[in-house]
């Protein structure tokens, strides 16, 4: 029996949550299912609860020796220490779970050459890496969400294949790797790319308890542990050996669980109705389900089975925009359930007689079908706050919308300053303030539509600051595009490079063994390049040029949509607002996108247009940040029709902020607002003196101009 370590904390230990360790549990009996995305605030026993997995898993079998834990059972093995004989030793051994950091680099995931005997015997052989370790156990993630792309494709290839195939360094390998893949992610640094994401066969949101009873008994515990982890490990051994008999006992079931046809059109049904995108999503349900009724202890699959499925394997697939809460409508899903629910069948199969056993009995859980996990994993009420609904629900006001036809006035018609009376008599409820003020409340206008792919719009040049997705930068992991002697910052050793400047010089070192001799001069470090995060700073009109229903209506959504592919590459944003007087930094720089699209939803429109001052604004914010953190470049997106109408001579300043700003060299879009027939073309005039792009706002969708060509200037 697999014994606990010292510091680790047992998973019958674990309080409050159930949902996630039913789902370790279950890609623990069907591994096919995928592994699993636990997506949570900090502090809520994520990582506790999956590092306490392996503990609970019943050891497996391997070929004595071999370092690619190959299955003796296994009729073609793929592991380069092979061939095997048949009368190859046995062992049996714990499952491995191996942790993968996110600053990892790829050859520690994928392996290469061996250096140590190739430095000291001239030899060359393969040397695993992170993914041969895991192969037939559980390769663990902490904060999945900001792992690099390069080793995000590399899971991929991985997951999809089955298998990992090494051509680098001289190198030639191929070897098998199968794994319970488990990520965790806090969701405010970033989502997750769609194609890992899919990856992921089961999701599970967890937060903190409300409960002050529940809270308490976590305190009470992990106290406990603290202050005598052995002790605490061994009262709750028990607990964990009848968890681990159980998964035993489930893998064995499992082959004979019923999976028929109207099952399968049941798990169909649900599917289509929640709208998931692709057909894992059945697949994952059923296997979900299956497992689940065999954890159960039953050979029937029942409705507690296709809930407790679709829970844990549609949240995560269901369309829905990044800000929308994940999850799933749960009444809709009991509605799905009970009018699929099929009749009784007295002649069809039930529970496990060798068990004797109802499917309801106390191994069930209760009703909706969650087990009991030891001494922790009693069922218990959800948090009050917990949100059930993962609809895409507009989270923005749209009580100050003007009722149809109230269109507010335009009081800029030319750029003097001057106003001019309304047109019409359908003036919004709150004019614009006399000269010289704020602008009034202005008139909020909710966005026109759902975000859409915005264009990717990018820093000039190679930088190299914080890893991210958007520009290109010099990172310490990345793809390596070549080598260069060490510097002050360091880098990882370039093996094949070092060698190769050695080699010249072995007959003047007074070579005469086989052994390679190296000096100082010939270590070389591998250049890396990758992608980085920057500060993309949005400076938004919202005076009244801008105020027109539709026409705000359509720049919130593109700022809106601007903002999602902000938040996916993990920028820091910024936000400022201009109108009436002065300009308003809503946002300082921040890391919470969140924060941003709220402030976006509410933002008023009217009164005059203080582009000098807005443009003098932004230059004081990135003044500031660059004190900051000089690495981080920023990215400058002015939504804008270009007019400027607050203050004596407003053009003319607006002119010369903009070229000041323009000659320091600021990455900048120009988001052109202006719309209609008639145009002036003033943001035009604004993005030359920018030296920026200069985009209309309705082709910000990157769908926009799928056909025509890519355009220059950091535009892609």
């Known amino acids: 029996m697999p014994q606990h370590h010292p510091g680790q904390y047992p998973l019958s230990a674990v309080v409050g949550s159930d949902d996630l360790v039913l789902a370790l549990v279950l890609a623990a009996v069907a591994p096919e299912i995928g592994g699993v995305l636990v997506r949570g605030e900090k502090g809520t026993a994520?990582?506790?609860?999956?590092?306490?997995?392996?503990?609970?898993?019943?050891?497996?079998?391997?070929i004595a020796g071999d370092r690619f834990s190959t299955d003796p059972h296994e009729a073609a093995p793929l592991s380069p220490d092979g061939p095997f004989g048949a009368d190859a030793p046995v062992e049996t051994r714990p499952v491995r779970l191996v942790e993968l950091p996110v600053g990892a680099t790829e050859d520690r995931v994928l392996g290469s050459l061996h250096l140590q005997r190739a430095l000291a015997e001239g030899v060359t052989e393969y040397e695993p890496?992170?993914?041969?370790?895991a192969h037939r156990g559980i390769l663990y993630v902490d904060e999945v969400n900001l792992l690099h792309d390069h080793l995000v494709d590399v899971l991929l290839d991985a997951a999809a294949t089955g298998r990992v195939s090494v051509e680098r360094d001289g190198v030639s390998v191929g070897h098998a790797a199968r794994f319970v893949l488990v990520g965790t992610m806090n969701p405010e640094e970033g989502e997750l790319r769609p194609q890992l994401l899919d990856r992921f066969g089961l999701t599970v949101q967890v937060a903190a308890s409300r409960d002050p009873g529940q809270r308490a008994e976590v305190v009470r515990r992990r106290l406990a542990f603290d202050a005598d982890p052995a002790g605490f490990a061994a009262a709750y051994a028990g607990a964990d050996a009848a968890l681990r008999d159980r998964i035993a006992a489930a893998r064995d079931l499992l082959g004979r669980v019923l999976l028929d046809d109207a099952t399968l059109?049941?798990?169909?049904?649900?599917?289509?109705?929640?709208?998931?995108?692709?057909?894992?999503?059945?697949?994952?349900t059923a296997r979900t389900a299956a497992a689940h009724a065999a954890w159960r202890g039953s050979r029937r699959i029942e409705s507690a089975d296709l809930r407790i499925a679709a829970r844990l394997a549609l949240p995560h697939r269901r369309r829905r925009n990044p800000f929308d809460a994940p999850g799933l409508d749960e009444q809709l899903l009991d509605e799905l359930l009970d009018k699929t629910e099929p009749e009784p069948d007295p002649d069809g199969p039930d529970s496990d007689p060798a068990r004797g056993e109802s499917d309801t009995d106390p191994g069930s859980g209760g009703h909706d079908g969650r087990p009991d996990h030891g001494a922790g994993g009693a069922d218990r009420d959800r948090a009050p706050d917990d949100r059930r609904d993962g609809g895409g629900r507009s989270h923005g006001p749209d009580a100050g919308d003007p009722g149809p036809g109230a269109e507010p006035f335009d009081p800029e018609s030319a750029s003097d300053g001057a106003d001019r009376p309304p047109g019409n008599a359908s003036a919004p409820a709150s004019p614009p303030g006399p000269p010289g003020s704020a602008g009034g409340a202005g008139t909020v206008t909710a966005p026109g539509g759902a975000p859409y792919r915005a264009k990717l719009f990018t820093v000039d040049g190679v930088g190299a600051g914080a890893a991210g997705r958007r520009s290109r930068a010099r990172t310490g992991t990345g793809r390596r595009i070549g080598a260069q002697r060490p510097t002050v910052s360091g880098g990882a050793l370039h093996l094949a490079e070092t060698v190769r400047a050695a080699v010249p010089f072995q007959y003047a070192r007074g070579r005469r063994t086989g052994r390679l001799r190296l000096a100082a001069p010939d270590l070389?470090?591998?250049?890396?390049?990758?992608?980085?995060?920057?500060?993309?700073?949005?400076?938004?009109?919202?005076?009244?040029?801008?105020?027109?229903?539709?026409?705000?209506?359509a720049v919130k959504t593109a700022i809106l949509s601007l903002l999602t592919d902000a938040y996916q590459r993990r920028d820091k944003v910024g936000l400022i607002t201009f109108r009436g007087a002065d300009a308003?930094?809503?946002?300082?720089?921040?890391?919470?996108?969140?924060?941003?699209?709220?402030?976006?939803?509410?933002?008023?429109?009217?009164?005059?247009?203080?582009?000098?001052?807005?443009?003098?604004?932004?230059?004081?914010?990135?003044?500031?940040e660059r004190l900051r953190d000089p690495r981080?470049?920023?990215?400058?997106?002015?939504?804008?029709?270009?007019?400027?109408?607050?203050?004596?001579?407003?053009?003319?300043?607006?002119?010369t902020a903009a070229a000041a700003l323009g000659a320091t060299g600021l990455a900048s879009v120009v988001v052109d607002?202006?719309?209609?027939?008639?145009?002036?073309?003033?943001?035009?005039?604004?993005?030359?003196?920018?030296?920026?792009?200069?985009?209309?706002?309705d082709q910000v969708d990157a769908a926009a101009l799928a056909g025509a060509a890519r355009t220059t200037r950091g535009v892609a």
């Open 524 to 553: 070389r470090v591998a250049v890396t390049e990758g992608r980085e995060s920057n500060l993309v700073l949005f400076c938004v009109d919202a005076s009244g040029s801008m105020a027109a229903r539709q026409r705000m209506a």
């Open 673 to 697: 607002c202006e719309t209609g027939r008639f145009r002036l073309g003033l943001a035009g005039r604004l993005a030359d003196l920018l030296d920026a792009t200069h985009v209309p706002v």
């Open 129 to 133: 890496g992170l993914l041969a370790r």
């Open 584 to 624: 308003d930094l809503a946002l300082p720089p921040t890391g919470s996108v969140e924060v941003a699209v709220a402030r976006l939803r509410e933002l008023p429109a009217g009164g005059r247009t203080p582009l000098a001052e807005a443009l003098a604004r932004v230059a004081d914010v990135l003044r500031v």
């Open 265 to 284: 059109v049941r798990i169909a049904e649900i599917c289509a109705a929640f709208e998931v995108d692709g057909m894992r999503a059945d697949i994952v």
């Open 46 to 62: 994520k990582t506790t609860a999956v590092r306490a997995l392996a503990a609970v898993l019943p050891p497996i079998d391997v």
């Open 632 to 655: 981080c470049r920023p990215l400058l997106v002015l939504v804008t029709d270009g007019r400027a109408t607050y203050g004596t001579d407003a053009v003319r300043r607006a002119h």
